[in-house]
């Protein structure tokens, strides 16, 4: 069985709600002989702030999530396209890309049993190519889903969820988990501040990143449908 874009997101998922069960160990703990009756505190397996970044990369493991989806979606589709979306036909591709696919297939032409399949090396190359884009905010999902030959209809697409939202409510959440996103990968998430005196972060509550987790889960689930 091929391992579809539905598959690898929803397998990404259970890898973030993983992380997010870490960051649920408990902190320290009063434990009580039963004989003796003294007392001894068993430390955290983890410190607070380490189960703090946990929850920071769940968050960050669920954007991955739908990333995924997009771009294994562009891939599974790009072949069953009557006429390419112009957003894909003009997708750029460099000149040493393309002579290195020419050589290749002409390698693979010269030897047995001769079957080059000059296709699977374009779609390679789309892959490679689609690595430098992605798609996790409304407007980058929006233009993987064209890219996919499906119509960005967000308004099918909120129906799809638990609760019916309107593609104005899918945009503001979404975008911001995707910020959030950015702050931590592309900050560390620290707190900007102009003189900063110490390592001071941006809280991420269990709660939060549950919910987070969860929206994305379900607008993949969403999508999938739409576009099934």
Known sequence: M????YDAATHAIVRARHLLAGARVPG???????TTGARTIRPARLPVSTRADMRR???????AALDTYMHRLVLERVYTHERLPTVLARLDISFEALLE??????????REPHNSRPRVAVKRQLRDRLLRETFQSFDAVSRALVMAGRSKDW????AEMP??????K?????NGIVMRRNQIVHEGDYVRLEKPRDARRNSVSQRQAESDISFIAAL????HVVVS
């Open 220 to 223: 993949i689930d969403a999508i």
């Open 57 to 63: 990369l769940s968050v960050v493991m669920a954007v």
């Open 170 to 174: 899918i945009r503001e959440r979404l």
């Open 155 to 158: 308004q099918a697409i909120g």
């Open 28 to 34: 320290p703990t009063l434990i009580r002989d039963r």
């Open 101 to 110: 696919q020419a050589d290749e297939t002409g390698r693979a032409a010269r």
């Open 163 to 168: 609760r019916p939202l309107s593609p104005a």
């Open 2 to 5: 091929p391992f579809t874009s």
